[in-house]
């Protein structure tokens, strides 16, 4: 078994807590939360890891405790503040949007359970062994988003039928986004469907982005799944609304900010799911016996209001399969 102070070398020397304040050990378990997004944007999801928590038999305050690191969108912040965690001797981590850092996980996962919420494939990644016996000492859920990007080109191209170049925005320092952008490419192509791919890796990007969008005369836009853009999804849709740009997005969230469509599972889902879990382990189960989640439905959300600021009329076909429609 790994030992923490290694932890805390491995991933890159994390500022350590006092002594005193590390000795100071709760009367009841501590689960500690890193979110590579951030407390504002996220505070329904907690919510919902929290009602998860309860349906487990666990209330925060009574007997479990949550303790919090939140990223903001800065990935690379990741590392330490699951080893500050580590440091702090949790029960359990959760990790959201962490899986950008599988070392990370990997390390504390030798020294304390640990759930996650990714929107990506673990076995893929490497993290469990297989979805139904993820092995080791990890386990979570997941909205496979990635895999989800050529339903929402044809979801785009049916809003749009006469669309010749569509815009795809990615943070190139996600590295799930690596394999999944080369898998839209080939979709793409057997569609005929000429795509731009447009980096940005932090908020002072974006407005480079639609320049290089207009520039190009993209006529539509894909945003990709990553804590960064839904930190600043307000932004990214009123960046969106400003150029005239139908966008379609992976998250719920996206569309009540203002955005035209989304297309995805329910991220809220995804965390109160994650909370069950957690209270699982907290009552003695090995994450190795949890079957690592995947949705069973996707949901397409589609905002009206928008749609008739860009000047765009939904077919009915497009209407009759919406989940919900904001009007």
């Known amino acids: 078994m790994m030992k923490r102070r290694e932890f805390i070398t491995m991933v890159g020397g994390a500022a350590l807590w006092p002594f005193a304040a590390r000795a100071q050990q709760s009367a009841i378990p501590v689960v500690g939360f890193v979110s590579g997004r951030s407390a504002g944007s996220d505070a329904f999801l907690v919510d919902g890891f929290r009602r998860g928590l309860r349906e487990s038999g666990f209330t925060e305050g009574q007997n479990v405790a ?7 969108g800065r990935l690379d912040r990741l590392p330490a503040m699951v080893a500050q965690l580590i440091e702090r001797r949790v029960a359990v981590l959760f990790a959201g949007a962490a899986d ?9 996962s030798a020294i304390v359970p640990v759930v996650f919420a990714t929107g990506g494939d ?14 080791g000492n ?15 080109i044809e979801l785009l191209r049916e809003l749009l039928p006469t669309t010749p170049l569509i815009a ?9 986004h690596l394999s999944a952008t080369r ?10 469907q000429e795509l731009l791919i447009l980096p940005a890796s932090v908020e002072a990007d974006f407005e480079t982005t639609f320049a290089a969008l207009m520039e190009k005369r993209a006529s539509a836009l894909v945003v990709s799944d990553d804590a960064l ?3 600043r999804r307000d932004v990214l849709a009123a960046l969106a609304a400003r150029h005239a740009v139908p966008a379609i997005y992976g998250r719920r969230e996206f569309v009540s900010a203002g955005g035209l469509m989304s297309y995805g599972a329910s991220t809220l889902d995804q965390y109160y799911q994650s909370g069950i879990y957690v209270g ?17 439905k996707f949901e397409l959300t589609l905002n009206l209001r928008t749609a008739k600021a860009l000047g765009l009329t939904v077919p009915d076909a497009l209407l009759a399969r919406a989940d919900e429609v904001i009007e």
């Open 66 to 72: 949550l303790e919090f690191r939140w990223a903001d």
């Open 100 to 108: 950008v850092a599988p070392g990370a996980l990997r390390v504390a």
């Open 122 to 135: 673990p076995v893929e990644t490497g993290l469990v062994e297989s979805f139904n016996r993820p092995g």
């Open 138 to 152: 990890l386990t979570g859920v997941t909205v496979i988003t990635n895999i989800l990007w050529p339903k929402r």
């Open 168 to 176: 795809v925005l990615v943070n190139p320092t996600n590295l799930a």
């Open 183 to 192: 898998e839209l490419s080939d979709v793409a192509r057997k569609l005929g």
């Open 229 to 231: 853009f839904t930190n």
């Open 280 to 296: 699982r382990i907290l009552r003695g189960a090995k994450p190795a016996d949890l079957p690592f989640l995947q949705p069973t």
